[in-house]
């Protein structure tokens, strides 16, 4: 089984500063993918960005980077200079390589909140 | 425009029906997915389906029952066995089952009065 911690629950940042969400990860499986997700206020969720256990390189997507530490199991999300719009909640995912039904299984997730 | 479209974005029932939410796909993804929201918290797998004329029990499927007749369609029915239906219910697609990235459609905030 797996299991996706998020340790915080409601995080401030200053609007064009960066900010980095949590998320750590459980696992006796050797090959995942880890996902996150952005779900603003109208409720649906938004992917974000994607890294698999093997990828030597950390993931990046625009304004989005994923800091992978296998060794740690973290996987946390970071936002640089920080718009308005990034206000939401924010939820860590992972799922095995060898699991057919391709199951995510979420983190408790993070609230932003950016600031003007 | 492709996407996933969820019907309706809210829900009313009273306590004791049964109710089905609607979940339509046009991305021509096989692979498919409901999932249950309670304030505050992730996401939970009710029920998932790979292709068309099958379906597998996720983590919660007590008290719900799903369908899968078309590639693009895969209805959620909450029964009335569902101790606590009120919950916002998302749908999500995968171009294959074996797809890493799930796409979401918008949601249905069910409220069971």
């Known amino acids: 089984a797996q299991k996706i911690t998020q340790t915080q629950p409601g995080m401030f940042v200053q609007e064009k500063e960066a900010v980095t969400l949590d998320c750590t990860y459980d696992?006796?499986?050797?090959?995942?993918?880890l996902f996150w997700y952005k779900q603003p206020s109208s409720g649906e969720m938004i992917f974000l960005i994607y890294?698999?256990?093997?990828?030597?390189q950390n993931a990046t997507e625009g304004r989005y980077s994923l800091n992978f530490q296998k060794a740690r199991k973290s996987a946390n999300l970071v936002i640089s200079a920080s718009q308005l719009g990034d206000s939401a909640m924010y939820f860590c995912?992972?799922?095995?390589?060898?699991?057919?039904?391709?199951?995510?299984?979420f983190g408790g997730g993070t609230r932003l909140m950016v600031k003007p | 425009d492709g996407g996933i479209t969820q019907s309706p974005k809210y829900l009313f029932r009273k306590e004791g029906q049964n109710v089905t939410l609607s979940c339509e796909q046009n991305?021509?993804?096989?692979?498919m997915y409901w999932y249950r929201q309670d304030p505050g918290q992730g996401l939970r797998l009710i029920y998932y389906?790979?292709?068309?004329?099958?379906?597998q029990k996720g983590d919660i499927a007590e008290g719900y029952s799903v369908s899968r007749e078309k590639k693009e369609s895969f209805p959620l029915t909450v029964t009335s066995a569902q101790k606590n239906p009120t919950a916002f219910y998302l749908c999500?697609?995968?171009?294959?089952?074996?797809?890493?990235?799930?796409?979401f459609g918008p949601g249905t905030r069910l409220t069971v009065l």
């Open positions: 999500a697609s995968s171009r294959q089952p074996d797809s890493f990235t799930q796409y």
């Open positions: 696992t006796s499986d050797q090959s995942y993918g």
């Open positions: 890294q698999g256990s093997y990828d030597e």
């Open positions: 995912a992972m799922r095995p390589y060898n699991n057919a039904g391709n199951m995510l299984t």
């Open positions: 991305l021509n993804h096989d692979a």
């Open positions: 389906s790979q292709i068309v004329n099958d379906f």
